[in-house]
């Protein structure tokens, strides 16, 4: 079971720029914990902290092993920061904010970042295709940036009134 509600799309908390985590500590820990069981619970490979009504500077990630770069999943980031990217990629993309709203969004094909894991270790990793769409996905919520922010303004439209209903439903 869930120990958080994903908050949706209309909710001024997903507006909200993340705070950094000045220590690594139980709490943290558990919160990370509970991330990754919120995420589960709706199929979810991405959820940052943002998307539970929290404000610290933390995602978590869990994407199938044949995308996690030889990473081992889950992968918690806290603090993480893009360092680098290259090329780009077009891809459809979905949200847990934006149930059944999925559009194409524009990426960087491959990006290394820079993150805290829950040992309170530095961390550094170089993602390509899946993981560094989500890793950049998890990043843009902890920036306060959502899929709509990405949409083109036909992508706008054509989702306008599921826009609509998840803005009415918060």
Do not use: W
Request: glycine share 6%; aromatic share 4%.
């Amino acid at each position: 079971m869930a120990k958080y509600e994903v908050i949706k799309f209309g909710n001024k908390l997903l507006r909200e720029k993340a705070v950094e985590v000045k220590e690594v500590n139980d709490e943290i820990r558990q919160l990370a914990k509970d991330m990754l069981e919120s995420m589960r619970a709706k199929d979810g490979i991405g959820l940052a902290a943002e998307q539970i009504g929290r404000n610290e500077r933390i995602c978590v990630i869990d994407v199938p092993k044949k995308y996690s770069c030889g990473m081992s999943m889950p992968l918690v980031l806290i603090n993480p920061k893009i360092e680098d990217g290259e090329g780009e990629l077009y891809e459809q993309e979905g949200c847990l904010s934006f149930p059944e709203i999925y559009v194409k969004v524009k990426r960087l094909k491959k990006v290394t970042a820079s993150y805290t894991d829950l040992d309170g270790e530095c961390r550094t990793i170089t993602a390509e295709g899946l993981l560094s769409r989500a890793i950049q996905h998890e990043l843009d919520h902890l920036n306060a940036v959502l899929l709509v922010d990405h949409m083109t303004p036909v992508q706008k439209v054509a989702n306008a009134g599921k826009l609509k209903r998840l803005k009415r439903a918060r």
